[in-house]
């Protein structure tokens, strides 16, 4: 499938680059990125102004592959037999780059941004592990084996964003604050593909009596859509596409309690004993007007010479099933998530971050990607110019992470898995991210601990 093939293409990728930014979102210098998970964040921050030079990070959650990372990075071969094929396997694998970017403050009250990002999600939804596996083998395998596939979804997609944030103070009457803030996005797409298979059987015959010669039998449809680059004559390589245009938008509010505002006597502390906020990230779509999507009926069956004759995926459906429908534009649904996060603030140097991450799109749905649910508890100890964090997480598909990160004045590194993955020889999530900014500070001590005692 030349869609699961970008898929692992992507995975080895960021398996060797970086993540998200789980740990540094917490930390009240995160600045811009404290901005892309809740834009209210932007006003009032610990800065009176900040540039982002470049920054980057990946992640691959899934509950199929199982590898060692230690192994990897030594350069062993993958070991097939460390696979857990389900009937309802799933993957997801994303990438984010912000590219420059910077915030300031327009009064006391209001801040503005200017936010530059480019991304890649994919996911693959509820598939059987036994028909990924044969698929991408050509159907190499001696045994024989029917699969019953309800319904299974992939879906890959890029794009580059251009956005607005803006925040203002809501509330201010000393010990109880409320901002609120919003980014407006001009999106761009990089490339969209994606597989929807329906009420499909697949029954494999290995007839091992001639080898290469097994038959697989198959029903069901089979929905295949694809903008100018994943085409049949794309070249496979993202790049922002011609009529590939949409419109997106973050939300966020964030409320504190001031236990004791009048000990409060720079901009610099952490001026609350506890923090909490709301978001929802990622509103809209893209619309692909050029792009190519086709519905098959795949009731047929074949041989598995045949089926290994036509080398792209797209061709084997045009070679062996039937054309039952076709059109020419896609939309495409950015992975709209809810955010909700709150913050503990111990003695103005360490603090206790909750965060919980959730989809607001349905797993399955057409041409759609989202986030995996995820739930995080992150202590930290911050400075002005030095801050660092223990992320400890849930994730849908992996279970239980643990990393660890840390900020130095304008560099920032961390990973959200880095210890799972050193500790554990079973991981199913790996994730890294860095980035290089210029932090301009607002006047005084980043701690006191006279503010909340």
Aim: charged share 20%; aromatic share 12%.
């Amino acid at each position: 499938m030349k869609l699961l093939k970008i898929a692992i293409i992507l995975l080895v990728c960021n398996i060797a680059n970086a993540q998200s930014f789980i740990g540094y979102t917490s930390d009240n210098y995160s600045g811009l990125y404290g901005v892309a998970l809740n834009p209210a964040n932007i006003v009032n921050s610990k800065f009176r102004t900040e540039i982002n030079l470049a920054s980057a990070s990946s992640t691959f959650n899934n509950d199929y592959f199982v590898a060692d990372l230690n192994e990897l990075f030594s350069g062993e071969d993958f070991d097939d037999s460390r696979t857990e094929p389900k009937d309802n396997n799933n993957f997801t694998i994303s990438a984010d780059v912000m590219g420059p970017s910077f915030m300031l403050n327009l009064s006391p009250k209001s801040s503005i941004g200017i936010i530059t990002r480019g991304r890649v999600f994919s996911n693959v939804n509820e598939l059987s592990g036994v028909l990924f596996e044969n698929v991408e083998d050509n159907f190499d395998d001696n045994s024989d084996f029917t699969i019953e596939e309800d319904n299974f979804t992939i879906t890959t997609h890029g794009w580059a964003e251009f956005g607005v944030a803006y925040g203002h103070v809501l509330l201010d009457n000393n010990q109880h604050y409320l901002k609120g803030g919003a980014t407006i996005k001009y999106l761009r797409g990089f490339g969209n593909a994606y597989t929807i298979g329906s009420n499909l059987l697949v029954d494999y015959n290995a007839n091992t009596f001639i080898n290469g010669d097994g038959q697989i039998t198959s029903t069901g449809t089979i929905q295949y859509g694809s903008s100018n680059a994943f085409s049949a004559d794309g070249d496979g390589d993202f790049k922002l596409e011609d009529n590939a245009q949409g419109l997106g938008a973050d939300l966020g509010f964030i409320y504190e309690w001031r236990k004791d505002p009048l000990d409060i006597d720079n901009m610099s502390n952490a001026a609350y004993k506890l923090k909490l906020g709301i978001s929802i990230t990622d509103i809209g779509s893209i619309n692909y007007k050029d792009a190519d999507v086709k519905v098959y009926d795949v009731t047929n069956s074949i041989n598995e010479a045949q089926f290994n004759s036509e080398e792209d995926f797209e061709d084997k459906l045009d070679a062996f099933y039937t054309l039952v429908e076709e059109k020419d534009a896609t939309k495409v649904l950015l992975p709209t998530a809810l955010h909700v996060t709150a913050d503990y603030n111990l003695d103005s140097q360490f603090f206790l971050n909750f965060r919980s991450d959730l989809s607001l799109r349905k797993k399955g749905e057409v041409n759609t990607n989202s986030i995996d649910n995820t739930f995080t508890l992150t202590p930290r100890f911050e400075r002005k110019w030095v801050s660092v964090y223990l992320p400890l997480g849930v994730s849908e598909y992996s279970g239980f992470q643990a990393g660890f990160g840390f900020r130095a004045g304008p560099l920032f590194i961390g990973s959200q898995t880095i210890l799972t993955n050193l500790l554990s020889d079973s991981s199913q999530a790996a994730n890294i991210y860095a980035g290089l900014k210029i932090p301009i500070y607002k006047k005084g001590k980043s701690y006191s601990k006279a503010s909340n005692n």
